[in-house]
């Protein structure tokens, strides 16, 4: 399935890029990284907001579009509940960095589930649009996977692990994929709660997340122009098809 392979190869890649990036270049600034940051949450903001959205509302099943987006929400409202639940009962070794390495990748483990589900809802959109969300993925994995190297270089993480955390993340994603495709199969009202619940979930780890993150990187006017500029970028990918 199109969709599945490319939540593995999105998100593969772009751990495996950032964590790559990283550890040849020794990324430290922190301006940097929050820009990273605030762009990718630009980049989601516009793809919901210009492509997702309006996807959904074309199908003129407004009130499951609606229903899919509390859902989404709702969801949104639990992932970090589900995170701090598994950080508390992991009894993690390895010493701090490793521990706060292995937390920080539950949490995007889990919330990759649902960026997956989304790209896999797209799967009766034009192909373009489904590339364009793929991307959009791998460029938001980059700045995470900076945040992942930082802690596990503290932990001396070994290489064999290193190599394994794109694969894995990219795997989850891909399940998160199969699910938002199968439930986009069903019928057109399924199509409308699935488009909605993507958009209710990616909106809420964006404000609730990425965007708060990005301001404790780096609390400057750069990372506020990195995220505008990031949804401007995301309206161009969104309009030249």
Wanted: aromatic share 8%; glycine share 12%.
């Amino acid at each position: 399935m199109l969709s599945a392979g490319l939540a593995f190869v999105a998100e593969g890649s772009g751990v495996a890029i950032g964590m790559a990036l990283f550890y040849l270049f020794r990324i430290k600034n922190q301006r940097l990284i929050g820009m990273l940051f605030g762009s990718t949450s630009g980049l989601m903001i516009a793809m919901v907001c210009f492509n997702m959205l309006p996807e959904a509302f074309s199908i003129k099943n407004d009130l499951f579009v609606f229903i899919g987006i509390a859902i989404g929400v709702g969801f949104g409202l639990s992932l970090g509940q589900v995170t701090e639940f598994l950080n508390t009962k992991l009894h993690i070794s390895g010493g701090k960095n490793m521990q706060a390495g292995l937390a920080l990748l539950i949490g995007i483990a889990i919330h990759g589930i649902p960026e997956g589900f989304a790209l896999g809802s797209f799967s009766n959109a034009p192909r373009e649009t489904l590339m364009n969300f793929a991307l959009i993925i791998c460029l938001h994995s980059i700045p995470e996977a900076i945040a992942l190297a930082i802690s596990f270089k503290q932990a001396q993480a070994t290489k064999g692990f290193l190599i394994a955390v794109p694969m894995v993340l990219g795997g989850i994603m891909s399940i998160g994929a199969v699910l938002g495709y199968l439930l986009s199969q069903v019928s057109t009202a399924f199509i409308a709660v699935s488009l909605g619940m993507a958009a209710g979930i990616i909106l809420y780890v964006v404000c609730e997340e990425l965007l708060p993150e990005s301001r404790h990187i780096w609390n400057g006017r750069m990372t506020t122009l990195a995220t505008i500029l990031g949804i401007i970028l995301g309206m161009l990918l969104v309009t030249s098809h």
